[in-house]
């Protein structure tokens, strides 16, 4: 019978000397990329959803805290060179002392003060993957800012109520002017807090970028700061 031979390389026998398992294991199989996405750089956010980041930000994250802190450094000087006009007049400092500082105030500065700690909690709850933990303390951070900025309204009309308008003298002017400068920054943050709690799916499995979230930690935080330093010079002057 004739021996039937056939001429497929592939079937052909390893060279002489080698071994045929140790020939099939040099013969590797390459992971296929199907259902990946491009590789993205760590220091872009890849690490949010398995190295690929479908809807992030294309800006790096150190860009993004770079340009909140010029940003806040713009809104520091702004303060501060309406505080050192102010303080600077002594005339102006003494009509302060006339005007009642309303009680609203101390329940304001509790509520912000404590919204700080809820953002802490909720960036806590984010970073050990619980999304329910960091939506519910992100709606209360936002809660708590929008009783901020009602109480601050509040405070207004008490002070209109007893006489005191923007336009009565500069003193009361100033009282205005401060307060509502800082209001119309923190509804700035409470946009950016109430994107967080929308997001918060998107953002827990890394569809969003992460780096928003500290941007905003950020910006909430020297908020708050800001408003206790104010409070504070407001109590300051008027004693």
């Given amino acids: 019978m ?64 770079a340009g909140i802190y010029v940003a806040l450094a713009s809104v520091a000087m702004l303060f501060a060179s309406l505080t050192l006009t102010f303080v600077l007049r002594p005339s102006l400092t003494r009509n302060l002392a006339h005007i009642p500082l309303p009680h609203v105030l101390y329940l304001n500065t509790i509520l912000l003060a404590f919204s700080s700690l809820t953002l802490e909690l909720a960036h806590a709850g984010l970073a050990s993957a619980r999304r329910w933990a960091f939506q519910a303390w992100t709606m209360l951070t936002l809660g708590l800012g929008l009783a901020f900025v009602v109480g601050q309204l509040l405070a207004w009309r008490e002070l209109a109520a007893a006489g005191v308008y923007i336009a009565g003298n500069p ?69």
């Fill in 2 to 65: 004739a021996r039937l031979e056939r001429s497929d390389s592939s079937l052909a026998a390893p060279p002489r000397g080698t071994d045929s398992k140790s020939a099939l294991s040099t013969t590797k199989l390459e992971p296929s990329n199907y259902g990946r996405g491009p590789d993205v750089p760590e220091s872009y956010g890849g690490g949010d959803f398995g190295g690929w980041n479908p809807m992030g930000w294309s800006s790096p994250p150190s860009a993004a805290r």
């Fill in 171 to 239: 003193s009361s002017a100033f009282f205005y002017l401060i307060t509502g400068a800082h209001g119309l920054h923190l509804i700035g943050g409470l946009l950016a807090v109430a994107y967080l709690a929308l997001k918060a799916r998107e953002i827990r499995w890394g569809l969003r970028r992460r780096t928003v979230v500290d941007v905003t930690r950020i910006y909430w935080h020297f908020m708050d700061g800001l408003w206790l330093c104010l409070f504070a010079l407001l109590i300051w002057l008027r004693t």
